[in-house]
């Protein structure tokens, strides 16, 4: 019998520490965000992307909502990258990349490579 609990608790926990974990976008974090919270902007994103109507938002506003991009990948001013940190699972990090087209957000995409 304790065998069975054994493995039941082993589940839980694994389900409790894989599974998605969505916190409420938080400018101020987001721009204070120094990669040393490992999952704060990861867990953020999502709530960004579904609750901010970025689509349309012009350079300026994304900036004064998301701060200066990490465009060290971009090769175009249009194309805006964020460093999001670990992905939570394995050891891949994450991006938030902003596409624009005459100042206006017309693509936001969340990837973990």
Same mark, same amino acid.
């Given at each position: 019998?304790?065998?069975?609990?054994?493995?039941?608790?082993?589940?839980?926990?694994?389900?409790?520490?894989?599974?998605?974990?969505?916190?409420?976008?938080?400018? !101020?974090?987001?721009? &204070?965000?120094? *990669?040393?919270? $490992?999952f704060?902007?990861?867990?953020?994103? %999502?709530d960004?992307?579904?609750?901010?109507?970025?689509?349309?938002?012009?350079? !300026?506003?994304?900036? &004064?909502?998301? *701060?200066k991009? $990490?465009?060290?990948?971009?090769?175009s001013? %249009?194309?805006?990258?964020?460093d999001?940190?670990?992905?939570r699972?394995?050891?891949?990090?994450?991006?938030?990349?902003?596409?624009?087209?005459?100042?206006?957000?017309?693509?936001?995409?969340?990837?973990?490579?």
């Amino acid at each position: 019998m304790s065998q069975k609990i054994t493995i039941l608790i082993l589940i839980v926990l694994v389900a409790v520490l894989t599974s998605c974990t969505n916190t409420a976008f938080d400018s !101020k974090k987001w721009k &204070n965000w120094n *990669g040393k919270e $490992s999952f704060v902007r990861w867990d953020m994103t %999502d709530d960004l992307i579904n609750n901010y109507d970025l689509q349309g938002k012009t350079h !300026k506003e994304i900036e &004064n909502l998301l *701060g200066k991009p $990490s465009n060290g990948i971009a090769s175009s001013p %249009d194309d805006y990258y964020y460093d999001l940190g670990p992905c939570r699972r394995g050891i891949d990090y994450g991006s938030l990349y902003i596409e624009f087209k005459n100042d206006k957000v017309i693509q936001v995409e969340k990837y973990c490579h």
